[in-house]
């Protein structure tokens, strides 16, 4: 992940129309009674000529190949250990998709079935509120899991990316907070744990934006600017990693810079481990980087402690790297833990949470510092849930 850049504090600005409608797309229902002759559409666009898999499993193409006669892939718009996403023309709707091509590997196939399973399960109790994106189709094609999405706009990570981390407005961190919470709040019902929530898995449902002077002052006399999004609509995806709550979990959940403590602990985890990774991501949106910038245990127990306070004793006792990470069973090892001086001094750099929000935030900083604690709260079992923090008085500010 790329490190926190200063950030001046944003100047006040007059208020855009953060929640424009996106553009309209056909309802499902309209898409499905749009399909043409299935039986013509085989014989008018053959699959490619069969050819190996690369050396990690993944689905060798050629942009304008179909993939089955009904898809024509158009672009590649993402890739991860699970596979690709291609931009693909589905012939039968008229409508562009994005398609989840899984490697041909057991394991990957095996989890695409539990998505699958999940994405059904969240489109079936929809009533048009879960904010999850929507599964279209599915299919097994050349020993591939093939999963046919809604096409959405970019994520909110390529978003600050692209902005060179200049951080949202706190407005509109607002909306995206409330929306994420909600769809949070629909899988926790369902009994269904994300656990890996981050940036990179929420998605604004439009691509459109306006360009704003930028937030950063710079030395020469040429204008910057960065990007907002119109809308703020946003959709949740990636559920390859959910898991359902009555079943056994995993030791190890979520990206490393949104892990909950009690997971670092080996003390189990549930629902409550998302709640802690909606509050990192809200301090992200709100200051271009992300919070806990470490991938080694010590070193993130060590700056938690350093933005929120200590750890409380009684997780630190049941805690199964209790002698590794801690002296005597209570105080960290730290700094004397430190594999170096710049960890050490990454550790330094923080602050307390309310000096982090304070130094980007103007307007609600307080209500949205008593938020993020929370929603940081250590013990999972203190911890708010998704309901209650959409009941927060943040999220009761007008707009």
Known sequence: MVSIMEKERTRKRPRLAWDAAPPPSIPPAQRISAVVGHEGIEKK?????RRDDD????????????????????????????????????????DYVAIKVIRSIKKYRDAAMIE????????????????????LNWFDYRNHICIVFE???PSLFDFLKRNKY???????????GRQLLESVAYMHELRLIHTDLKP????????????LPSCKRV?????QYRCLPKSSAIKLIDFGSTAFANQSHSSIVSTRHYRAPEVILGLGWSSPCDLWSVGCILIELCTGGALFQTHENLEHLAMMERVLGPLPQHMVQRSKGVEKY?????RLRWPEGAVSRESINAVKKLGHLKDIISSHVESSRSLLTDLLYGLLTYDPAKRITAREALDHPFFRIPT
Not at 45 to 49: E, H, K, L, M, Q
Not at 200 to 211: A, G, M, P, Q, R
């Open 55 to 94: 050396r990690d499993g993944h689905y060798v193409f050629n942009l304008g190949e179909n993939l089955t006669p009904r898809y024509k892939i158009l672009s590649k718009m993402g890739e991860g250990t699970f596979g690709r996403v291609l931009e693909c023309w589905d012939r039968q709707t008229r």
């Open 219 to 223: 030395l020469s006399d040429e204008t």
């Open 116 to 135: 699958v399973d999940v994405l059904e399960r969240l489109t079936k109790s929809d009533v048009g509120c879960s904010r999850c994106v929507q599964i």
């Open 166 to 176: 200049c951080p949202f407005p706190v407005d509109l961190v607002r909306e995206f």
């Open 151 to 153: 096409k959405l706009g």
């Open 326 to 330: 801690f002296k005597r069973g209570s």
């Open 45 to 49: 666009y053959a699959s490619p000529p």
């Open 200 to 211: 990179e898995n929420i998605l604004l449902v439009s691509s459109d934006y306006v360009k």
